[in-house]
């Protein structure tokens, strides 16, 4: 059997925060399996691949993006590493294959296979069509003018999906989106994420203070934080707070309205050690109406922490075993689910044991696994 030679690459800073950390646990994954040839990426942190094998493109600094706006910002960069991807590949010599992520490189997929080279495209949210549909639904219903996902990365990303002899993608909710598209189901390949599992987490009930729901992530609509506020307002929970970590999404912010008076509600704005927070919280609430598979519900399972997440979020919980699972956009549902964890200290405790245990099936290890599995698949 021949051992697969792998380019992967990630317009991101590997082994940073985010699809970069992400992106390394896969690479590693190849790497251990003795099939990572080199990493591409915009910049790269400190990790066990050594650096002679990693190759860095660098783009405009992240203020850039305040200046040209988000949209504007990451086609360019995508375009840039693209062009410098599509080089590297025309002239390496050996490979087999090369990963990469949706929209980032769709000229080296070309370049790869017209070099007869095999493509993994991995897809972190749901198909592309599904998303803009969700969103544009979502920010139309709280009366915001939602700027809709370019048509020119809406091809990108369908052309990438045409191209690739298989498209990863991290959840069910995800699987599920591209089938319901007529993707091919035997080119699609389902691969959750992992969990950091050297968490120590103190017992809820030893936890001090009030009652207190933690979300965590960009507080805006797409994570369904309007319908957050909206059910712990109907909840009325009594000795009681809601911690919001995260920036607020700018076209969000009118709705959201920090400076609002909430009884119990704090914004406790971007924090960098998110599970100091969840050490000290009791439910760790993710409403989000369209994610791939948010990588901050294997965080909190792994501290033990009883959620409630509507099925969109793409966590690896189980319904009513592992997680309170609520509708999206359903506010008396969110609030009632409030009203349960609140009042049900066994049910608490019930959900948090069923999430840890469920959560050690999903160490970054065996995600990188994964990976090359998949890679060996095409060789």
């Excluded at 010599?93 to 493509?119: D, P, Y």
């Excluded at 690739?164 to 993707?183: I, K, M, N, R, Y």
């Excluded at 009594?238 to 909430?262: F, T, W």
């Excluded at 699972?325 to 049910?347: E, N, Q, S, T």
Aim: glycine content about 8%; hydrophobic content about 45%.
């Amino acid at each position: 059997m021949t051992t697969p030679n792998v380019l992967y690459a990630v317009a991101a800073d590997f082994a940073g925060a985010g699809i970069g950390r992400t992106a390394y646990r896969a690479a590693l994954g190849l790497d251990r399996a003795g099939m990572l040839a080199r990493v591409a990426c915009l910049s790269a942190r400190p990790c066990e691949i050594e650096p002679a094998r990693i190759d860095a493109y660098p783009f405009l600094p992240d203020a850039a993006r305040r200046v040209a706006g988000d949209k504007l910002y990451y086609e360019a960069k995508n375009r840039a590493f693209d062009a410098r991807l599509m080089r590297a590949i025309g002239r390496a010599e050996g490979l087999t294959s090369i990963h990469v992520w949706n929209s980032q490189a769709t000229g080296a997929i070309a370049e790869a296979k017209r070099r007869g080279l095999g493509v993994v495209v991995d897809r972190a949210s749901t198909h592309i069509r599904t998303q803009s549909r969700i969103l544009r639904d979502a920010y139309a219903r709280h009366g915001i003018r939602y700027e809709p996902t370019h048509d020119r990365v809406v091809a990108r990303c369908l052309r990438d999906y045409d191209l690739a002899d298989l498209v990863t993608v991290p959840s069910p909710f995800a699987h599920d989106s591209f089938l319901a598209e007529g993707f091919d189901p035997a080119r699609l390949v389902l691969n959750p994420f992992g969990a950091n599992l050297n968490v120590v987490a103190p017992p809820i009930a030893a936890r001090p203070g009030p009652f207190t729901v933690l979300f965590v992530g960009q507080i805006g609509v797409r994570k369904g934080v309007p319908e957050l506020l909206a059910a712990w307002e109907r909840a009325a929970l009594p000795d009681a707070r809601l911690v919001l970590a995260g920036g607020i999404e700018p076209m969000s912010r009118r709705i959201i309205d920090p400076d609002r008076p909430r009884p119990g509600v704090t914004f406790a704005g971007f924090v960098a050690d998110v599970g100091a927070l969840m050490r000290t919280a009791h439910v760790f609430a993710f409403p989000s109406i369209e994610e791939g598979s948010a990588l901050v519900t294997y965080e909190a399972m792994a501290h033990g922490l009883p959620m409630i997440v509507t099925p969109n979020a793409g966590s690896v919980a189980r319904a009513d075993e592992d997680a309170l699972f609520v509708p999206p956009g359903d506010i008396d549902a969110l609030a009632d689910a409030l009203r349960r964890l609140h009042d049900d200290a066994d049910l608490r405790d019930r959900l948090l044991r069923s999430a840890r245990a469920r959560v050690e099936q999903f160490p970054w290890a065996a995600y990188g696994e994964r990976t090359a599995e998949t890679h060996q698949r095409l060789a």
